[in-house]
């Protein structure tokens, strides 16, 4: 047996992404080594696959590499109680297809239709009331309340909620290396049945109810989602509130960086309107929201010409593939123009694609359009403080002063 190449980082510490420190470590693997071998972590020993070529592979691969939550789920740590967090991103076909397909009619093209509208409105509203000339936090002010607020929408409830929503989010997403002890584990048992006692009350609301198109309503009236057990319904409606805010939210933060970084971009979107769905791909790229995905090999396979034991965990980073050189030239740049920015594996790729991803494309597309049509510079004010985390990649605040031309 070919002796494993060992990777020299560790790259699930979240000191890589709280300091940004992280794109030079993925370059070199990408380099040296596409996929390598991490004999420990604080989250045991894992592959990592790097390449854009292998990430795409390692996704299309179900049938070899499983995304089941009672193999270990779709993150680097285990499941994050005895039990384990049994949503449908969590399980492979058969049950993954018929969970997706109960929610994917939420995003058609003519529910579309109907958001989009309330997305425009949104975020109008939201940078209406921004203060123009003053120091405020862009993550708190901008990328939370429109992301939460879209969410209330899916779901049909109170706007006024959103703080708890976000909350619930916060600790669903928790992934990191500070998040392991027991400690830890009771308080997120806490949080996530309190937020399964809040929305049992809106699926049995929904349940006494003729079906609707909301997102709880779907879930109710369904064979494949109607008549689950307590932890399958927190799994799913973290997955839901997780997917449907933290990615765009980080996002819409992501593009104050890029606009400041790359001044000239957003000229070009002032001058070409029709560049902006593609400035919208190109963010996601570039930020890289969901920085990983896991999977766990069902048998013994070859991956990269490495031999993967069953078993062991396969982790793909997205941060890295977006900025492979073989697929995107001059990577680091933040490009409205890319030609290839959809190729990009920000929301994932094969089966386990976003089923959202339309929604937050429509989001950052809409945010993207009004920073360019009001001819303002949004300027930093000091650091961004960025998430502790290897698994979301993300701000947690973002001081900002907003200068009118």
């Known amino acids: 047996m070919s002796t494993r190449p060992i990777n020299p980082y560790d790259v699930s510490q979240d000191a ?49 590499f499983s995304s089941r939550w009672d193999l270990g789920n779709i993150t680097i740590a285990e499941a994050v109680n005895g039990e384990g967090f049994p949503n449908f991103i969590a399980q492979d076909p058969p049950i993954h297809t018929a969970q997706r397909r109960v929610i994917a009619p939420a995003f058609s093209p003519s529910q579309m239709q109907k958001l989009d ?20 936090d862009w993550v708190e002010r901008v990328s939370i309340p429109q992301t939460l607020g879209m969410l209330c929408i899916l779901f049909d409830m109170p706007f006024d909620e959103w703080r708890d929503i976000k909350r619930w989010s916060d600790w669903a997403s928790g992934v990191s290396a500070e998040n392991l002890s027991e400690e830890y584990r009771a308080q997120f048992l806490v949080q996530m049945g309190e937020m399964l006692a809040r929305f049992d009350r809106e699926l049995e609301d929904r349940r006494a109810k003729p079906p609707t198109d909301d997102l709880l309503s779907r879930m109710v009236h369904s064979e494949a989602m109607g008549h689950m057990e307590p932890m399958e319904r927190i799994a799913n409606i973290a997955l839901l509130i997780v997917g ?11 593009l104050v960086e890029a606009f400041h970084k790359y001044p000239e971009e957003l000229e070009r979107l002032r001058a070409d309107a029709s560049l902006v769905p593609n400035a919208a791909q190109e963010i996601i790229r570039w930020q890289s929201p969901v920085t990983h995905m896991r999977r766990t090999a ?60 339309r929604l937050a494309e429509s989001q950052l597309a809409t945010l993207i359009g009004e920073m360019a049509s009001r001819n303002w510079r949004i300027v930093p004010e000091g650091e961004a403080s960025r998430l502790p985390s290897p698994f979301l990649h993300g701000f947690t605040s973002m001081p900002v002063r907003i200068e009118a031309a």
């Open 244 to 254: 449907g805010n933290d990615t765009t939210r980080n996002s819409m933060s992501a």
């Open 298 to 357: 069902l048998a013994d396979t070859e991956l990269g010409g490495q031999t993967i034991r069953q078993g062991e965990k396969i982790v793909m980073w997205y941060i890295s593939a977006n900025r492979d050189e073989r697929v995107f030239a001059d990577a680091e740049r933040f490009d409205v123009g890319r030609e290839n920015a959809r190729r990009h594996l920000g929301f994932g790729h094969g089966i386990h694609r976003c089923v959202g991803a």
């Open 117 to 136: 509208v309330q997305v425009k409105a949104r975020t109008k509203q939201l940078l209406d009331g921004l203060p123009v000339g003053e120091t405020f």
């Open 16 to 64: 890589l992404y709280v300091h940004d420190t992280w794109r030079e470590p993925f370059a070199q693997l990408r380099r040296e080594m596409p996929i390598s071998w991490r004999p420990e972590s604080p989250f045991g020993a894992y592959w990592s696959v790097v390449t854009h070529d292998l990430v795409s592979e390692t996704e299309l691969r179900h049938d070899v």
